[in-house]
């Protein structure tokens, strides 16, 4: 996520084409002529040892010939010269390298694979940032760069677009041009080898000409970088990802396509909604959501109001609302009023209000300013049907002219869907012009809305306050792991049921009582202990669905049944799976079934993303796409929850309304046990329950294959989202001898959080914010409790009543720049603590957790009222330091002993 020289190449004062060329449709012609013409007023360099100059400026015959060491260098020569170039350009003390060049994975993907390692080695050898290979370069509007291939220049503009496919930029960006849409930056990663999307997320995420981001995704290379990223970026604007590969054929092509490795489609889908981004699935989609995102006002509610002057097109918007889980706008009595004043008496007096096919301009602008009037709205959709009655562009003209004299103008989002071709054609041209969306169709009106809508779903989803989990469900990792590494001593790689019941039962997770068997005897022996009716099957490591070898039978009652039983399974296995290593029976009591429903819960792990968590219907053919519902551990019970939902509401599980029914908590709570099995098990690769029986609030597990991992690192590196690090955890003794728990913060903390920020004196409130503080709301407390442990970290001070966490008693907290150079720090701890020794325990124990994560320097300011804050700094070996034109203190400590 290295920020590192960036600027340089976002950002250059000089540029160097290498490979410059006279000669039309030549890479360093093309960027020679995209370069001269738009606009860029630092020094450009071409560098040619066959031209004296290109395109009318002087020419320089190789690299040390140069006049200045470029910012720059934009490198357009055949593939086979890169690495000699970049090699003369690091000597020469070039930072930032643009390579067009590529293809090679398409034709050899051995030889492309050694060129990217090549460049990489390079890259790390002169600290140079690559953008590309395969790259059509990039667009920086606002500074007058093109420095691409692009056939055509674009204008100063909110969005940014990146994407790993040139095809598809040259696409957007005609698209774009036609539409009069401009762009803050508009970028080709090409192959990414060396500048990647996390690293521009983290700059687009805080850029202030950025208001949106749109991604063409083929492949990820660094699943957590991006997840982290992603993560922050879309909590400050929406970003918009369309992802190549949907498809097993698509996926493979892509993996071609980009050298990298591809994964699961629907482990993709369950990442970006995780990281808040809203996935579009085809080009047509983005192009609608492109023309919202660079004029929308921020989403205030969900509600639509509708006006047309035909109802089947009001009744297709409607339809198309519904069917994406829109809300329609109620009409309250004032507005019903406002409108009988200003339209025809057989108007529809409802949502949608059609508005009768004579409708002229000033009766649209009179039903829009009703509108815009309203408060039980939040978003209005002007639709009008060409007729001989009904002028399209005036009408436009006057709706264009309503919207820009409201007083509430910038409260609301106006969306309009202006049918037909000819007749609509400048209207929809005036719209564009007037910042205003437009649209063809009044379907791809609504979901152009519904994107909006979802963004602001997802993200209040993700800033949902979790439950915490059941304390009666406990968590025994040193017991389970003890196991595990047991059964992988033993050369155990597979393990099933009744090897997996105490391993699961330290999670809390319920299987029903298992016995393991040699033979039909012990069978017997066992049914006979238990009591019948039982359910036999065949136990083999080999053997993953036992119903595909006709390797069960239920409800088995007597024991000629079970002898029968045993021989008959035993004899099919032979016959379908003879080479299947059988290692004996299983035998379990039959499970209660009546009312009961059969999920499946599985963990599969995902190329790119690592282990992910799986909810369906039980059974043995499972397409993961259409089956299953996806998302990425950790989980707590607000992202289990919202697992469940989705997965009803996409009816990847039904609710069958049987007369137990199931219980979402329950169903939550094993969801968030089983991430927590994972997390703290790296010998486990991948899991199936299936299926799981489930009656109210009961869950049990009737089968389970379980496969294990030899070499697993003793880390948490596998997965794509860094987990809450438990071994952070140590308890502090104050100097009244109260035991306190200190740890790093859970999302879960913040109901306790905000009865401590809101106790806090006002005197410790003014110190801590710099000036007097509001209450903070919902949104702003879940920004502290639910924090991304790759790049910050909270400690808190937890008060204790036995085992049990009574409230918060202060907290430290710090994030890190990209480059991980330096962490701002903050502390602030309650008024009755202050004089435990508990600030300066928490302030150490930071410094020691930044130490070990190799930070450059911890720093921190405070108010010259705060001097206890400042001498406790300077206990600790800070730099203290008083900047008085400011009216702070600085406090700097250096954390690794190589730091000057």
Known sequence: MSQRNLDLLLKPQSIAVIGASTQPMRAGNVVMKNLLSGGFSGPIMPVSPKYKAVLGVLAYPNIEALPQVPDLSIVCTAACRVPAIVEKLGQHGCKAVVVMAGGFDEVNPETGEAFKEQLLTLAKKYNIRILGPNSLGMILPHIGLNASLSHDHTKPGKLAFVSQSAAICTTVLDWANNKGIGFSQFISLGDAINVDFDELLDLLGRDGKTRAIMLYVDSINQSRDFMSAARAASRNKPILVIKSGRSLQGAKAAELH???????????????KRAGMLRVNDLHELFAAVETLAHANPLKGERLAIITNGGGPGVLAVDAL?????????????????????????????????????????????????????????????????????????????????????????????????????????????????????????????????????????????????????????????????????????????????EMQPILKAYGLKTIPTWHVKNAEEAVNIANEIGYPVALKVQSPDIHYKSDVHGVMLNLNSDAELTQAADSILQRVMDTFPEAQVAGLIVQKMALTAGAQELRVAVKNDPVFGPAILLGEGGSEWDISRDAAVALP???????????????????????????????????????????????????????????????????????????????????????????????????????????????????????????????????????????????????????????????????????????????????????????????????????????????????????????????????????????????????????????????????????????
Not at 259 to 272: E, I, Q
């Open 634 to 900: 950790p989980l707590n019970m607000a992202l289990s929850r919202y697992m469940v939902i989705n997965a009803l509401k996409s009816k990847k599980i039904r609710n069958r309304h049987l007369p137990s029914g199931f219980d979402i908590t329950a169903l939550c709570e094993m969801l968030t046990q089983v991430a927590h099995l994972i997390i703290d098990c790296p010998e486990i690769l991948e899991i199936d329950f299936n299926p799981v029986l489930v009656a109210g609030n009961k869950l049990t597990l009737l089968d389970v294959n379980v496969q294990l991992q030899a070499d697993a690192k003793d880390t948490t590196d596998r997965l794509a989202i860094r987990p809450y690090p438990k071994e952070l955890e140590e308890f502090f003794q104050l100097r009244n001898g109260n035991r306190v728990l200190i740890r790093p913060i859970l999302p879960e903390d913040e109901p306790k959080h905000k009865v401590f920020d809101s106790g806090l004196s006002a005197e410790d409130r003014y110190k801590r914010y710099f000036g007097e503080r509001a209450q903070m709301t919902h949104e702003e407390m879940a920004l502290l409790t639910q924090i991304d442990y790759s790049r910050e970290m909270a400690f808190v001070a937890m008060g204790l009543d036995g085992d049990k966490e009574t409230e918060t008693l202060g907290v430290v907290r710090a994030s890190t720049d990209p480059d991980n150079t330096n962490a701002e720090f903050a502390m602030v701890v309650k008024g009755d603590m202050q004089g435990q020794g508990l600030g300066r325990f928490l302030l150490d124990k930071l410094i020691r957790y930044y130490q070990n994560n190799g930070t450059g320097e911890l720093m921190g300011f405070t108010m010259l009222q705060n001097k206890g804050m400042a001498e406790l700094a300077r206990k600790l070996g800070f730099k203290v330091t008083i900047e008085l034109e400011d009216g702070l203190i600085e406090m700097v400590l250096p954390l690794q002993q190589n730091q000057d």
């Open 258 to 272: 980009t050298g990298g490795l591809t994964g699961s489609d629907a482990v993709y889908d369950a990442a970006f």
């Open 322 to 498: 519904i069917e994406r889980g829109g809300k329609l706008a109620q009409l309250d009595e004032q507005t019903l009023a406002s409108l009988d004043e200003v339209l025809p008496a057989n108007w529809s007096r409802a949502n949608p209000v059609d508005i009768i096919g004579d409708a002229t301009p000033e009766r649209y602008a009179r039903a829009v300013d009703v509108l815009m009037h309203s408060k039980e709205i939040d978003a209005v959709l002007v639709m009008h049907s060409p007729s001989a009655l009904a002028q399209s562009t005036e009408t436009a003209e006057a709706v264009i002219s309503a919207v820009k004299l409201h007083p509430n103008k910038n409260r609301f989002n106006m969306l309009t869907n202006w049918t037909g071709e000819r007749a609509a054609y400048e209207a929809r041209h005036l719209f564009s012009k007037a910042g205003i969306p437009t649209y063809r169709t009044p379907e791809g009106t609504v979901g152009a809305f519904m994107h909006m809508v979802e963004y602001r779903r997802n993200q209040k989803m993700l800033m949902e306050t979790p439950q915490s989990v059941s304390a009666d469900l406990p968590t025994d990792a040193s017991k389970a792991r003890g196991l595990l590494q047991r059964a992988l001593q033993q050369g155990q790689h597979v393990l099933e049921t009744h």
